[in-house]
């Protein structure tokens, strides 16, 4: 089967770096995305891996070993308005986007 | 331009009552997917639709339904609502079935008594 793991919640402290952790087990790869999710809203973009290594996006970056399933999302100079959850999704080999349960992440001042 | 609209926001439902969720997308988009998030579970895909005039289902497509008459629009129906329904729908879409980013609606909560 296919399957994503997250930790279900992690805490930081604002100013802090954190760094969310993604393992995948999939039916092909195509790319992995990563999306934030305030409470009561909808997800929104963030960063998209297809090749091995670091994408870096402001405060935030995303990386990708292809060969270890694993990616991680790295937050730096936190910010309480990074309190969120953080999903990620895999591109399968049909195309389909295939979900983590997403990690909720408590900044703490 | 808007984007993805959801309508309702929210809605509490009868079980037994039939309920048609509305998505609305500006974007011409292609492809459109409705998913369920419930606590814990994270998103769960219920029915996409690649095209206009084509539908697929999901991970959960039990007791639901959707059409795609044309590119804009994907309505979500639930024939006859259950409890276990009761949940955050949203509505999402993207420009191809490849690996463009997704883009997902306001979404629904729907409580069914």
């Known amino acids: 089967g296919q399957n994503i793991d997250q930790p279900t919640e992690m805490t930081a402290t604002e100013g802090a770096i954190v760094q969310i952790n993604c393992t995948y087990q999939?039916?092909?790869?195509?790319?992995l995305f990563w999306y934030q999710q305030h409470a009561g809203e909808a997800p929104t973009f963030l960063s998209y891996?297809?090749l091995d290594g670091l994408e870096e996006k402001g405060r935030f970056s995303s990386f990708l070993s292809r060969s270890k399933g694993y990616s991680y999302l790295l937050l730096k100079e936190l910010q309480m308005k990074d309190s969120a959850s953080y999903l990620c999704?895999?591109?399968?080999?049909?195309?389909?986007?295939?979900w983590g349960a997403g990690t909720k992440l408590i900044i703490k001042p | 331009i808007a984007g993805i609209t959801q309508a309702p926001t929210s809605q509490i439902l009868a079980a037994g009552r039939r309920m048609t969720l509305r998505c609305t997308q500006d974007m011409r988009h292609n492809a459109m997917y409705w998913y369920r998030q419930d606590l814990g579970l994270g998103l769960r895909l219920i029915h996409y639709s690649n095209t206009a005039g084509t539908t697929g289902k999901g991970e959960v497509p039990d007791g639901y339904s959707v059409s795609r008459a044309n590119t804009d629009d994907f309505p979500l129906t639930l024939a006859s609502a259950v409890p276990s329904q009761t949940s955050v729908y949203f509505c999402?879409?993207?420009?191809?079935?490849?690996?463009?980013?997704?883009?997902f609606g306001p979404g629904t909560r729907l409580t069914v008594l």
């Open positions: 999704a895999v591109i399968d080999s049909n195309y389909q986007l295939i």
């Open positions: 999939t039916s092909g790869f195509n790319g």
């Open positions: 891996n297809v």
């Open positions: 999402a879409s993207r420009k191809g079935q490849g690996a463009d980013t997704q883009y």
